[in-house]
């Protein structure tokens, strides 16, 4: 199954490993540069998260602004925009009425871009100019003997949507949450190590294995089971969600 062909809001999209989708050459129309990229997820209607590699020559020419909003989290690389240095695992937030006289790479960079529209860069000024909001960074200490299970927001309280990074623990440890779900669409992609994932869908469950670059996209209420498999190291996740999510505990799946 290609996600691109997929509306994500109308079913699971469960399973999906990066190595296995399509490289597709992405150029935004007034941005320097193209870049390679695979969809992991799209409504079929400019909405999307798509996983990036962009090279350093990328970069706009000119001050303008971009015609959708869209959250950038960069896994690998270095990007600057308005004078500001994005560094590995912080986030990105820039509205398409976001003032914006210099967006580059500094080194080329791996990224998770979701973007809420088609993506063009027009000169000039926006109509008004929304603040652009550089998120948290999340600091990795890859540290085999932490075993501290935690979560950390990358995303600032106004952000229209939530992202963090779920660590899991270590090599020494095995974590297993209890059957949830949520009020809204959840997405997960695996940054480091392994999880087991099983979702129950009127009693149908399922379960995948997702491996570094491992990605799964959940319609609202679907019950879900994660559960960390033994690696060297802590296992790190990036999960995204509309702000008002919100956690519904199950007693099973």
């Known amino acids: 199954m290609d996600p691109a062909n997929v509306d994500r809001r109308r079913g699971l999209l469960v399973g999906i490993s990066d ?9 935004i129309a007034g941005v320097t540069g193209k870049i390679d990229q695979k969809i992991l997820s799209t409504t079929l209607q400019g909405e999307s998260t798509r996983l990036i ?3 350093a ?24 925009i308005n004078g500001i240095n994005v560094k590995p695992y912080t986030l990105l937030r820039v509205d398409r009425d976001s003032l914006v ?5 500094v080194t080329p960079i791996t990224a ?20 652009i909001i550089i998120g948290n960074t999340f600091v990795d200490d890859n540290d085999p003997k932490s075993n501290t299970l935690s ?41 480091r190590g392994a999880i087991d ?31 960390e498999i033994r690696s060297k190291g802590p296992t790190l996740t990036v999960h995204i969600c509309p702000v008002n999510s919100q956690l519904i505990e199950s007693a099973t799946g």
């Open 19 to 27: 190595a296995s989708l399509k490289v597709r050459s992405m150029v």
């Open 53 to 55: 590699k962009a090279p």
């Open 57 to 80: 020559q990328w970069r706009t020419e000119s001050h303008g602004h971009f015609t959708a909003s869209f959250d950038l989290f960069v896994i690998s690389g270095e990007l600057q």
């Open 101 to 105: 006289f210099e967006f580059s790479c």
């Open 112 to 131: 998770l871009l979701c973007a809420e529209g088609p993506l063009k860069f027009e000169l000039g000024d926006p109509e008004t100019d929304k603040k």
């Open 151 to 191: 979560s950390y927001c990358l995303s600032k309280v106004n952000s229209p949507r939530q992202f963090w990074i779920q660590r899991w623990g270590s090599d020494t440890d095995i974590h297993v949450s209890d059957w949830q779900s949520r009020t809204t669409s959840e997405e997960c992609f695996v940054l």
């Open 197 to 227: 994932v099983g979702t129950s869908v009127n009693g149908n469950e399922q379960r995948f294995i997702y491996d570094v670059g491992g990605y799964y996209s959940l319609p609202p209420k679907v019950s879900k089971q994660s559960s």
